[in-house]
């Protein structure tokens, strides 16, 4: 039986939550039945090394090069595709029987300019609605051009899709919900990798980019209010971004620098996780929040804002505590669970049965039958 040849579209395999979901998906796609590429834009990242070696890797550009660069000018000022579908006639040789652009925004774009008869799906991992950013990364009205020439439009969570919809209301048809999956076997494995010595500290943990939309700041304001009330919590930050030293140096202004630790980047940032009393997501948005679902897979309870994503998996309080977005309302969440052992057991256990729901096996079953 002939394989069935697919291509995922994406650029740089670097820290994201979107990047960890594509691999976990590489890692449980049946090789035995599919021929798979990937494509970046621009090749490499620091995840580049976990790509399944039954994957075929296919770089665009090697990096932001003068002539990656040139070509980004002419499409977003001149309307001239022709450096980027130039690159793609020199580098897809191939045809297949299915694309993936896995990311919206830029990936969307590159896959738009492909002109083939193989069945085209694209992934939609946040709120277009309330949060727009790639908006800027199309000419007006070429955004939705490139989502009416895909077949199926994926999102990860049932409010990221009506959120869609609302956006792009000619494109309902089209549009189906598939979540992330998450390997709850390899994040136990992970999460053993090394131990680490809490010092009797109540850690507080949180995880993600940190850029606008993940709010970082608030944790400095909520670790203020701790401080302030003479509690004594640590709060410790999984991962980098342009914000890292706008946010370094609020934590010297606020006077919080012996309360919040910034660990860095990760690339395994499971034993920080677990070894947490609960995790924390206080982001303005988020589409599915892998984070949560990772806390859960190893028995760490959750706080988290309101946000698409997380009253989804948390369903309304059931399997984590959520909040409002104002200082005082995180605050108190977190308190909450700090002071309530019996409250963090119950979240702990509950967030163990939801994260079954998503298990590799049954989200790839799903990505089979697109």
Request: hydrophobic share 40%.
């Amino acid at each position: 039986m002939m394989k069935k040849k697919i291509l995922f579209i994406y650029g740089q395999l670097n820290g994201g939550g979107a990047e960890r979901v594509l691999l976990d998906i590489l890692h449980n796609i049946d090789y035995s039945q599919n021929e798979v590429d990937l494509c970046q834009i621009i090749g490499g990242g620091t995840l580049i090394d976990e790509v399944p070696k039954e994957v075929n890797i296919i770089s665009l550009w090697n990096g932001y090069t003068f002539s990656y660069k040139l070509a980004v000018r002419l499409s977003n000022i001149l309307g001239c595709d022709y450096l980027f579908k130039r690159a793609l006639k020199k580098k897809i040789i191939k045809s297949y029987d299915l694309e993936i652009s896995f990311l919206e925004g830029f990936p969307l774009k590159i896959h738009a300019m492909m002109d083939t008869t193989a069945k085209k799906v694209t992934w939609v991992h946040c709120d277009l609605l309330r949060f727009p950013y790639t908006d800027s990364q199309f000419r007006a009205g070429e955004q939705l051009a490139a989502y009416n020439k895909m077949d199926t439009v994926v999102c990860v969570a049932n409010d990221t899709k009506k959120a869609f919809e609302q956006r792009f209301p000619t494109c309902t048809s089209k549009v189906m919900v598939i979540y992330n999956p998450i390997d709850r076997e390899k994040i136990l494995k992970l999460s053993k990798a090394f131990t680490l010595n809490k010092n009797g500290l109540f850690a507080v943990i949180t995880s993600g980019r940190l850029t606008l939309p993940k709010k970082m700041d608030r944790i400095l304001r909520v670790a203020k209010r701790f401080k302030e009330e003479r509690i004594n919590v640590r709060f410790q930050i999984i991962g980098d971004g342009e914000l890292k030293q706008e946010l370094m140096e609020k934590r010297r202004q606020l006077d919080v620098e012996d309360m919040v630790e910034f660990l860095g980047f990760q690339k395994n940032p499971f034993p920080y996780i677990k070894q947490a009393d609960m995790m924390f997501c206080c982001s303005g948005y988020e589409g599915f929040c892998l984070v949560i679902c990772e806390a859960m897979c190893l028995g760490v309870p959750v706080v988290s804002t309101k946000t698409s994503g997380p009253i989804e998996i948390l369903d309304n309080n059931q399997y984590g505590l959520l909040c409002e977005h104002d200082d005082k309302a995180m605050y108190e969440a977190v308190k909450r669970m700090y002071e309530d052992k019996e409250l963090r057991d119950y979240y702990s256990r509950q967030g163990e049965k939801r994260i079954l729901d998503f298990s590799p096996q049954i989200i790839v079953s799903g990505i089979d039958k697109l």
